[in-house]
Nanobody, 123 residues
Framework: QVQLVESGGGLVQPGGSLTLSCATS????????MGWYRQAPGKQRELVASISSEDITNYADSAKGRFTISRDNAKNTVSLQMNSLKPEDTAVYYC?????????????????WGQGTQVTVSS
């Protein structure tokens, strides 16, 4: 059973910072890309940032220069450091991992999602 558990969300004033963390647990064979998405009320879920197993990062235009994604392969965790937060960053943030489990002799790849953590930027 694979689980992704996010932490670090909360209420912050505009211009403030938050760090989100996501721990992946379970019987994992390998992890490729890890990332963060967000969904604001009434909007579609959108990619915020991703990081490959080779530490190649990709950011949404809205996140460039303000957010930094990182991963710890030994701990199977991914983090998102968010600075200079704006009210429009308010959303539920979800972490995701493209990972493989071993089922018998079969390696099965799939995308797994966390339950989400609320980030609210407001004065």
């Amino acid at each position: 059973q694979v689980q992704l558990v996010e932490s670090g969300g909360g209420l912050v004033q505009p211009g403030g910072s938050l760090t989100l963390s996501c721990a992946t647990s379970g019987t994992i064979f390998s992890i490729k890309t890890m990332g963060w998405y967000r969904q604001a009320p009434g909007k579609q879920r959108e990619l915020v940032a991703s990081i490959s197993s080779e530490d190649i990062t990709n950011y949404a235009d809205s996140a460039k220069g303000r957010f930094t994604i990182s991963r710890d392969n030994a701990k199977n965790t991914v983090s998102l450091q968010m600075n200079s937060l704006k009210p429009e960053d308010t959303a539920v943030y979800y972490c995701t991992s493209e990972l493989a489990i071993l089922s018998g002799r079969t390696i099965i790849w799939d995308n797994y999602w966390g339950q989400g953590t609320q980030v609210t930027v407001s004065s």
